[in-house]
């Protein structure tokens, strides 16, 4: 049960002692449940924290993914501006679904992701999270059936206003002009940076997946190259049929390392440029989230200025709809306010973000590379002193 | 022919952009390694046969091979960083590594070698692997096959424009003196060589000869014409060291013609199977209407019957081999050897395994090339994303990042190589299965051989004793006639003639099965040493230049890891 907490690059130290304030999930222990069509494997979450807002020391909660997702969800919605930790896709092959390593794959996936928001100083503070990690599983359900995908607000005025103000705004002021952008060079150069950067790593990911499959191919002919030598050496009889036996039982236990080293190689160093991916991917998502809240906070400040005028004229012809009008434009202002407000917060936020972003992910990587560079070395010792083991024999042949 | 590269593979294009970006990855001041000048990537066990002689002749287009000499290269000092696990370092021999003494890099020898590699790895091998004989270091015969040149046929020209065809030129280093001379050539077609291949089976039956290469009629329209005839030359050169390698053909009049005789290659006898049959279709007339000795003269005895002129001595031992087959009485005589019998359903199994063990080494090879590709596509990828990173760099740890992601990408370039040459040596060795593969078409050959000469000793016996009941039968009849039955008396004559003519011949024939039979054994004998000696080496390279490429490999992933152990040590 590897902690993975270390791997968000945050100042908490997990087994500091306990006058230090910690909070540590494992995700274990998957199980299948149910029949068929319905089946999911679940998973126990096991939280222990001196959080004060939390029920108490420890707590262990069973989740599936689904509730996963809504977690992700509800952060996203409420932090905007944080780049909300990546969780793996949903399974597309159904035959793959229940595979071991699939299933093991996904696992520390979601110990990950838990683990990075327990360790975000701002996310970990999050009321969802607390739900998520001691509610019940029958609170959780009615959680998670709520959502539909799209998360359904209770429209406050402010909210409706906005909603109002888009349309409208959209149809008279903008028309058909392409919607507004910010004109920050340097966010530009963000923007830009993220995308492409996104076709790298793919590219990356995908050749990284390609050689796991080349291990297990080379494995598997080792495999069969060991057994038709021994077929060979059984022929063959003698010296020299020892000498094909010998070489056919290395080249099988080579197989076996090769096999071994794949799965290694896909836990420790594909799925890592995969989380990468995913992680540009929600990066993406924030970026999108930044350009509403840029749109909303244009649209407003106009709407604002028209119903400024509007006012203004009413004033001078001493209309009695002046104090109606004084009324609206007053919440107008406040929405504008705080759409300002909130683009404000995601554009410092963002800011602080990617700084831990590019530290974050250089630590991974650098684990990740670490990993994948002990691995191959390991592979290819073994494949020296295996081959190397046989040379004496070989040698003692040819004297006979 | 110089510088034209393997067309064996799809991705000529692809790899050769790929090289670029590998040799500006590898050449990069930053990273220590020694230039490597391998560009050939291979796509099959076989194409990559042809493909090391074709690196070999590359040589103008590519920069100059640096030879790396043990203590220059860093990738073969000790490694810094060692895996805990491996007791012993390096050696199997203390150092320098039994790797580097043993095999150099695949390029060494291109250095050093016209045509085919191959036989400078044998000079390097042959300190520490057996040699197949204990005379072979006196001896020494080398045939070179090079300079395919296009001509044109001039007699016998229906088509106008005329007919053409390639030749070859053929030379021949040696210090046998039986040659008369230390070095010399000719230029041959491939006609000449079918021609050779006939009159050797004619004269040498019982022994596992070579097979000539094929004619490849459909392939030479598919083909380029100038990758076919690369291919063939390719074949012809094996084929005929092939030839000199074998102890008794090497001494053969007509090879030693062949070799140094120029001109139109016409041994002994006729040529082609056509001609033969159109005489013998000739003489069956004759035979049947007894106008000619209806009688195999022995000199024709010693050759088998299918391929030769008598149509009626063919027809005749088909009714014999029909008759051993189905008939109820057992032929005359039979293949007693159970020695050899057993022999013969063990070189069956033999076969079998041999060609089992070729496709997997194919897979292997093909495993193993697919690993190095894709290695190197990573590490280009990575190349890419660290340019990227440098050039956007915002913040340090970026640049920390692309530093870390250049190392890893550079080792895999490097591992990538490494496994490439690694491949193209496997080649090499396992190659010596699909030689011995070649070597059973000999062998069955061989036996064939034995079994028409049995075959034609059936046939005579059973004449024979035909015969003797005919003149049995003629001298009951006429001795039942007082004072002889003149026209019975002649006959009785001639058959009396013609029994002494097939014993004549069946006394020949029974030789010539003793004598095929002593080729066999001899030769099988020749087989079983050779073939230990053979396959014995070819396990050694195989192994001795897995554990080197996979010591090299090691190293350069060690260092990867020492230098990213930093990461190591802050997750707990």
């Not at chain 1, 739900?131 to 429209?155: C, V, Y």
């Not at chain 1, 076709?199 to 796991?212: C, F, G, I, P, S």
């Not at chain 2, 050897?337 to 060609?355: N, P, R």
């Amino acid at each position: 049960m590897e902690q993975q907490r270390s791997l968000s690059g945050s100042s908490q130290s997990p087994r500091s002692p306990s006058s230090q304030p910690y909070l540590s999930v494992s995700v274990t222990d998957p199980v299948k449940l149910g029949n068929g069509v319905q089946a999911y494997i679940s998973y126990r979450v096991i939280t222990k924290t001196n959080f004060p807002e939390y029920q108490g020391p420890e707590k262990i909660v069973i989740r599936r993914y689904s509730d996963f997702i809504w977690l992700r969800d509800r952060l996203f919605e409420k932090y905007k501006g944080i780049f909300i930790p990546p969780l793996p896709e949903k399974s597309a092959v159904e035959k793959f679904r229940f595979s071991a390593e699939f299933i093991e794959m996904r696992r520390q996936a979601l110990d990950i992701f838990v683990n990075r928001i327990a360790s975000h100083n701002l996310l970990q503070q999050s009321e969802d999270l607390r739900t998520f990690l001691q509610a019940d599983e029958e609170t959780m359900e009615r959680l998670r059936s709520h959502e539909t995908g799209i998360f359904k607000k209770k429209p406050a005025d402010l909210m409706q206003m906005f909603k109002d103000v888009q349309s409208k705004v959209s149809d008279v002021v903008l028309g058909k002009e392409k919607p507004v952008e910010e004109s920050n060079p340097e966010y530009e150069k963000l923007k830009q940076y993220v995308f492409e950067l996104e076709n790298h790593l793919a590219e990356a990911q995908k050749h990284a997946y390609r050689l796991v499959k080349r291990h297990r191919e080379l494995g598997q002919s080792l495999s069969d190259f060991g057994k038709a030598a021994k077929l060979l050496g059984a022929c063959e009889g003698q010296v020299l049929g020892k000498a094909f036996s010998d070489l056919g039982a290395k080249s099988e236990a080579l197989s076996a390392k090769l096999q071994k080293e794949a799965h290694q190689l896909l836990m420790s160093f594909e799925e890592p440029l995969k989380d990468y991916v995913r992680a540009v991917q929600s990066i993406k998502a924030t970026i999108g989230e930044r350009a509403n809240a840029f749109r909303q906070q244009c649209e407003l400040a106009e709407t604002m200025k028209l119903k400024e005028i509007n006012l203004d004229k009413l004033m001078l012809t001493r209309s009695d709809r002046v104090g109606e009008a004084e009324h609206e434009y007053k919440e107008l202002k406040a929405a504008s306010e705080e759409a300002t407000r909130r683009f404000e917060t995601i554009v410092q936020l963002m800011n602080e973000e990617i700084v831990r972003f590019q530290e974050q992910k250089t630590q991974d990587m650098g684990i990740a590379f670490h990993e994948f560079a002990k691995g191959q070395a390991r592979l290819a010792n073994s494949v020296a002193d295996a081959w190397r083991s046989l040379l004496p024999k070989l040698e003692a042949c040819s004297s006979v | 022919m110089m510088g034209s590269e393997n067309p064996g593979f799809e991705e000529s294009h692809l790899s050769a952009s790929r090289e670029e970006m590998e040799n500006l990855v590898l050449n990069d001041p930053l990273t220590t390694t020694t230039a490597t000048t391998t560009n050939n990537s291979y796509s099959s066990f076989r194409s990559a046969n042809s493909s090391i002689s074709d690196a070999a002749t590359r040589h103008p287009l590519s920069p100059p091979v640096l030879s790396t000499p043990a203590e220059s290269d860093p990738l073969l000092s000790p490694p810094v960083f060692r895996n805990p696990n491996a007791s012993d370092n390096n050696s199997y021999i203390e150092p320098p590594s039994y790797a580097d003494v043993i095999f150099s890099p695949f390029d060494d020898n291109s250095a050093n070698e016209i045509n085919r590699v191959d036989s400078t790895s044998h000079d390097l091998d042959s300190s520490l692997t057996l040699s197949r004989s204990s005379s072979s270091t006196s001896d020494y015969i080398k045939i070179t096959v090079s300079n395919p040149k296009k001509e044109q046929e001039t007699t016998n020209s229906l088509v106008p424009g005329g007919n053409t065809y390639y030749t070859y030129l053929i030379t021949t280093r040696t210090n046998i003196v039986d040659f008369g001379s230390s070095e010399f050539s000719v230029r041959r077609r491939f006609r000449d060589v079918v021609t050779l291949s006939d009159r050797l089976a004619e004269s040498y039956r019982g022994y596992f000869i070579p097979p000539r290469p094929d004619k490849n009629v459909v392939e030479s329209q598919v083909m380029q014409k100038q990758e076919f005839v690369e291919q063939r030359r390719v074949a012809l050169e094996k084929y005929l060291r092939r030839l000199v390698e074998h102890p008794v053909i090497r001494q053969s009049d007509e090879l030693k013609v062949f070799l140094q005789v120029e001109g139109r290659l016409t041994l002994s006898m006729s040529t082609d199977v056509a001609s033969r049959m159109l005489d013998g279709a000739v003489k069956l007339p004759k035979q049947l209407f007894g106008e000619s000795t209806a009688v195999m003269a022995p000199h024709e005895v010693v050759q088998p019957a299918k391929g030769g002129r008598d149509l009626l001595r063919l027809f005749k031992e088909l009714r014999q081999s029909v008759a051993n087959d189905w008939g109820g009485s057992k032929p005359p005589v039979v293949e007693e050897d159970k020695v050899f019998l057993e022999k013969k359903e063990w070189i069956h199994d033999l076969e079998q395994q041999i060609s089992n063990n070729s496709q997997q080494a194919e897979s292997l090879v093909k495993a193993q090339q697919d690993m190095g590709e894709t290695m190197g596509e990573l590490g280009l990828a990575f190349i890419k994303l660290t340019k990227f990173e440098n050039e956007e760099a915002m913040y340090n740890s970026q640049r920390v990042r692309a530093a870390d992601m250049k190392c890893l990408a550079t080792a895999a370039v490097k591992a990538s190589r490494f496994y490439r040459e690694l491949n193209a040596q496997t080649v090499k060795h396992l190659d010596t299965l699909h030689e011995y593969l070649g070597l059973m078409l000999a062998v069955h050959g061989a036996f064939s051989d034995r079994s028409s000469a049995l075959l034609t000793v059936q046939t005579l016996l059973s004449e024979l004793s035909t015969l003797h009941a005919r003149a049995e039968k003629l001298e009951a009849a006429s001795s039942k006639i007082f004072g002889g039955d003149k026209s019975r008396i002649h006959k009785i004559e001639e058959l009396k003639e013609t029994i002494r003519v097939t014993e004549d011949a069946k006394n020949v024939a029974i030789r010539e099965y003793e004598r095929i039979k002593e080729n066999n054994k001899c030769e099988l004998e020749r087989l079983d040493k050779e073939r230990r000696v053979d396959f014995l080496n070819m396990l050694k390279g195989f192994v001795v230049n897995q554990v080197g490429y996979a010591e090299k490999i090691s190293d350069v992933w060690a260092k990867v890891a020492e230098e990213t152990s930093g990461y190591a040590k802050d997750s707990c």
